[in-house]
C-alpha cells in the first residue's frame, strides 16, 4: 500500500476533506476532483517561490484557500466547516505545531462525529531528530498550558544543537547506517539562544517541536485522552514504512476508565518505546547487525509478558470486586454493632 493510500483510508470524494500543509505534494488535489479545504502557511505563489529550487514540480501546489500562521485551526478556517469535515490529512505537519493539543482541540470542532484524522509523521529513530529525546505528555501539556503559538527556546536550541545527519542523508529508515553526524557547531546554538532571549516576540521560525517513534505516539495520545485534554484514539497505526509512520485517528478518545487496563497499556507502550530505541540503538552503533524485519524477538516476548500480566490484573481486579460485594453485608453489620458499643 503507497503512502497516498494510507493518507486517504476510505474516504472518496464527496468527503469534505481539510488538507493541511500539501505543498508540492497534495495527497488529496482539488484537480483530482476532492472536495479539499487546503490550508497552509503561504499563498500558492509564495510557495512555488519557496520551493523553486527544490527540485519538485511547483505546479502541483494548489490555490491556497486558508492561510494559517497561528491561532486555533477552527477560527482560521471559514464558520462553514465547523462540524462538517469527514476527513484532516496532515502529512508531516503535527510535529512542526507548537501547541499540538490545541490542534488536536480544533480538529475536534472542524470534523463530524464519525470523521477521522490521517496523519504521517516522521520516526524520530529514522531522520535528523533521532539524537534528540522522545517527547512525552508533560511536554505537550507544558506547551498548551503556555498558549504557544510559536516554538520555545527548548525547540530552537535542540534542533540548532542536536539535529544531525547520517551518511549526507536527513532521513533514512530501518536499515544499517553510519553514525550520526551533527549538522551545525555549538555556536549555531549558543547565537540561537542568543537571539531568542534578544527576541522573544521575533519572527516565526519552523522547527520539529516533538519527536515520536510509533509507541511513543500512541503513548501520548492514550495519556491525553485519560486526562480529559483530547478525544482521539488511535484506530490504525502503520510502518514505520522508511522514515515514516502513518495512523488513523478517530473521535471518541481511547477507553480509559479501568485503571488498572490503563496503566496496563501505559507500562506496555513505554516499554515497547524502550525496545524501539534499542534497536536504534543496535543498528547506529553496530551491535547487531542488521535490523531484522517486522518486530524482532524481544517484542514479541515483550507483548506475550504484556498481555499476560494484563489477564492477571485483570483476573485480581474481578476477584477483589467479588470479595467487596460479598463482605458489604457483613461490613454493615459490623458498623452497627460498633455503633451500638
Known sequence: MDR???????ANRSQKII??????????PKSGGWQTHVVDHAERDELRTKYAGAGVDTGLIEEVDTIWRGGPLHEAVPPILSGQVDLIIASHVLEHIPDLIGFFQSA?????PDGALSVALPDRRYCFDCLKPWTTTGDLLDAHHRDMNRHSLKTA???MAYSATIDGQLAWGPRPVGKPVLMDPFAAAVDTAALFRDQPDGPYRDYHAWQFTPAGFQLVMLELAALGVSDWRVERLD???NFEFFAVLRRGGAEVSDPVNLQ?????LLLAQLAETREQI??????A??????????YEELLVRLTDQDNRLREMSETLAWLRAVLRPARRVWRTLRGKN
Open 239 to 241: 510502518g514505520p514504512e
Open 264 to 268: 496496563v497499556r501505559r507500562q506496555g
Open 289 to 298: 547487525g542488521s535490523p531484522p524485519e517486522g518486530r524482532t524477538d524481544h
Open 157 to 159: 536550541f535542540n534542533h
Open 108 to 112: 475536534t470542532r472542524l470534523v463530524r
Open 282 to 287: 543496535d543498528f547506529m552503533l553496530g551491535t
Open 4 to 10: 497516498i493510500t494510507r493518507l486517504l483510508g476510505t
Open 19 to 28: 488538507e493541511l500543509g500539501a505543498g508540492y505534494c497534495p495527497v488529496a
